[in-house]
């Protein structure tokens, strides 16, 4: 019912920026609660990002903080993540997903998502 599809992913070097995006189809986008997750190599998927309607807030991961902004644009059907003085260990396949509920910080609570784009960071 929904079709999710990031892009912006890249090779940048450490201190950079890089600008993700997710540009969604089918079911109302305002209807739900997006967020982004990361995957590095032999680690588990990871919580980065969310913004819900629900709480009209955004939620961070503690080491992207002060780093990353995450915003969504409704006319637009697109969901973006600024990410600011990036860092080698931020380097990831990066998943835009959606929620119809549940918490957002959760992997469980999101039944769309994208496949992924790669950012990587170099020292």
């Known amino acids: 019912q929904v079709q999710l599809i990031e892009s912006g992913g890249g090779l940048v070097q450490a201190g950079g920026s890089l600008r993700l995006s997710c540009a969604a189809s089918g079911r109302t986008f305002s209807s739900y609660a997006m967020g982004w997750f990361r995957q590095a190599p032999g680690m588990e998927r990871e919580f980065v990002a969310a913004m819900t309607w629900r709480n009209g807030g955004a939620y961070y991961a503690d080491s992207v903080k002060g780093r990353f902004t995450i915003s969504r644009d409704n006319t637009k059907s697109t969901m973006y993540l600024q990410m600011n003085s990036l860092k080698p260990m931020d380097t990831a396949l990066y998943y835009c997903?959606?929620?119809?509920?549940?918490?957002?910080?959760?992997?469980?609570?999101?039944?769309?998502w994208g496949q992924g784009t790669q950012v990587t960071v170099s020292s």
């Open positions: 997903a959606a929620s119809p509920g549940g918490s957002v910080y959760y992997t469980q609570s999101y039944n769309y």
